[in-house]
């Protein structure tokens, strides 16, 4: 079955320490500031938060819209107690594809069932290494966990007094259990906005992907574009969205509670023959 390696986590993999405060202490334990800044702006403080996304598909080298394409992720984050703790960033998150005329979520295309792309989880692991934000990524189901250490950096540059863009392009070329390689190219772009910019979605990103199209939609090259945006509550959700979560899935609306639950799914627990 086809999926996608889908890293709207793991391209945070080498921010540099752009601000100049001193490190934030939480008790006994202190937390590179850029690290928290990052963390509270894209997992939250405590509460689960959510980024919704919406955008398209587009044939390559034609250019001509094959799918729309729509969904989420839920977030959560685990801060450390103890000074050798990590962050820790719980996520699960879904995507599926929609009529490029209609919008109308796609469940068959040319006579072929439509697979979403369901994660049931990724667990995030944060590391702060000569002033550079690294994000260790674990995914996957028992015997196939994969770890993902985190190598390349991204670059982060201030717009204004209000904004920070954070920017990765992501190189993937790997091999799959079946033999074959997944080979994409992707490239983020978060833009964090402050409560001086008067923006009323402060958290954004864009998203772009050269890579190839699922077997189920034909095989072939294609260029996928997603506009992203937080949001802390279901109800803030765009209402096609949520239709569909409510009823193809809904354990997607909340994140992994903790870290035993991310410990049972990898042992083929609940939701294991999602992954």
């Not at 028992?142 to 985190?150: A, H, T």
């Not at 091999?175 to 001086?196: C, M, T």
Request: proline content about 7%.
């Amino acid at each position: 079955m086809y999926r996608f390696v889908f890293l709207l986590i793991t391209l945070i993999a080498g921010s540099a320490s752009v601000f100049a405060d001193m490190a934030v202490d939480r008790g006994k334990v202190s937390i590179d500031p850029t690290l928290e800044r990052w963390v509270k702006a894209r997992a939250g403080s405590s509460q689960p938060v959510h980024w919704v996304s919406e955008g398209a598909v587009y044939e390559y080298p034609s250019g001509k819209k094959l799918f729309g394409m729509i969904g989420f992720d839920s977030s959560r984050v685990i801060w450390p107690t103890e000074p050798d703790q990590p962050v820790q960033h719980l996520t699960r998150k879904t995507f599926t594809y929609t009529d490029a005329e209609t919008g109308e979520v796609l469940t068959e295309y040319q006579g072929n069932p439509v697979i979403p792309i369901a994660y049931p989880y990724q667990l995030i692991t944060y590391r702060v290494e000569n002033g550079l934000i690294y994000a260790d990524v674990e995914q996957g189901v028992e015997p196939n966990i994969r770890q993902i250490k985190s190598n390349d950096g991204i670059l982060a540059r201030p717009m204004g007094e209000s904004t920070w863009a954070y920017t990765a392009a992501v190189f993937l070329d790997f091999p799959l259990p079946s033999g074959a390689r997944y080979e994409a190219w992707e490239n983020y772009d978060f833009f964090i906005h402050d409560s001086k910019s008067g923006v009323d979605r402060p958290h954004q990103m864009t998203w772009q992907r050269y890579g190839d199209l699922p077997a189920w939609a034909g095989g072939g090259k294609a260029i996928y574009h997603l506009l992203s945006w937080r949001v802390d509550r279901h109800e803030d959700f765009p209402e096609q969205l949520l239709k569909w979560a409510k009823e193809t899935k809904p354990m997607w609306l909340q994140p992994p509670a903790d870290l035993n639950e991310i410990r049972a799914i990898q042992q083929g627990e609940d939701v294991g023959k999602n992954w």
